[in-house]
């Protein structure tokens, strides 16, 4: 029901006169005239009684005055609400997916003082591997997903976030520890790979693949699914990985990790925003990309 119409008929009411509910309202008499017999047409009855010196409500009339001013101060708060959201305090959830390599160093930091800084926000984060985070961005299941590859999805746009670098980690003392090795080096040593659908290696395939190798050329013993596990089984020395060099950082430091270089493997990647196409963002998922990209700029 058009509530202009229930304004301008509340009005009449009220004043018990066309012209001053339009002097009330803002409008013209005719306006106000147009609107009532709208409504009374639209309904098949007579609202109002006009043969008198006063307008006066009929029955029917009554009833919907009755039942139009609770509608329009329903209205009204909604309209308040929907200000006080659009202009307060942040408030509500962010629910949102991360690849391994994203999730394990810099998401949950950003997440935190995010949070912390609007206590009113709840968080949800999924990790997930990249292709299964990019799934569930198209399927609104998620609002956002910050991975390490932009596969290519209809349903899904991805924006630049941050630049990362791969790298070629090995125990401290390993033959490769602080050098650029070469591809028949590389194959010659055990590898450790994340599963299939990880960020991490879908770039290293693609950057070998660019130098003439396939990963079924080099000698894979271990294929772990978490970048965790994959980082821990190179510590206790069974192989070397590739992996995101944010997320060793502090293994790197105090010296549980070394790092090498593959000649000629240009391993860096963008961390994409993913969110469904034709989705508008929430207020508290738009301050939230804001907020993320000004502390990692």
């Known amino acids: 029901m058009d509530t202009r119409q229930l304004a301008a008929f509340c009005a009449v009411v009220e004043r018990r006169s066309f012209s001053q509910a339009a002097e009330r309202l803002g409008v013209t008499q005719p306006a106000v005239s147009l609107q009532i017999r709208a409504l009374e047409k639209r309904l098949g009855t007579q609202l109002l009684d006009r043969s008198g010196r006063r307008v006066e409500p009929t029955e029917a009339g009554l009833r919907l005055y009755r039942g139009a001013q609770r509608m329009l ?22 629910v949102l997916g991360a690849s391994t390599g994203p999730a394990a ?15 009113d926000v709840r968080v949800f984060l999924t990790v997930s591997d990249t292709h299964t ?6 399927d ?9 590859a932009s596969r290519r999805h209809r349903g899904v746009r991805f924006e630049p976030f ?21 591809l028949d080096e590389l194959r010659e040593e055990t590898l450790i790979l994340m599963q299939e659908g990880a960020g991490v290696r879908q770039i ?14 080099l000698d894979v013993r271990l294929e772990l699914g978490l970048q965790e596990s994959v980082r821990r ?19 790197l430091a105090d010296g549980r990790l070394a790092e090498a270089r593959v000649e000629g493997l240009d391993a860096t990647r963008e961390i994409s925003l993913a969110s469904a196409v034709g989705r508008t963002r929430t207020r508290v998922a738009e301050s939230f990309v804001e907020f993320a990209k000004e502390r990692v700029s």
């Not at 985070?133 to 198209?138: Q, T, W, Y």
């Not at 670098?165 to 490769?176: D, K, R, S």
């Not at 190179?234 to 944010?246: H, K, L, M, P, Q």
């Open 233 to 251: 089984a190179v510590e206790a020395g069974f192989g070397v990985t590739f992996i995101s060099r944010t997320a060793v950082e502090s293994e």
């Open 133 to 138: 985070v990019i799934e569930r961005v198209a």
């Open 105 to 119: 160093i810099v998401v949950p930091v950003l997440l935190g003082e995010f949070q912390r800084e609007h206590s």
């Open 204 to 217: 290293v395939e693609d950057a070998l693949r660019r130098l003439g190798v396939r990963l079924r050329d």
């Open 140 to 148: 609104r299941e998620l609002e956002l997903g910050i991975v390490g």
């Open 73 to 94: 101060a329903l209205e009204n708060q909604l309209v308040s609400e929907l200000a006080a959201t659009a202009e307060g305090e942040l408030a509500g959830d962010l």
């Open 162 to 182: 941050f630049s990362d670098q791969v790298i070629l980690a090995c125990p401290p003392g390993h033959p490769f520890a602080g050098r650029t090795v070469t």
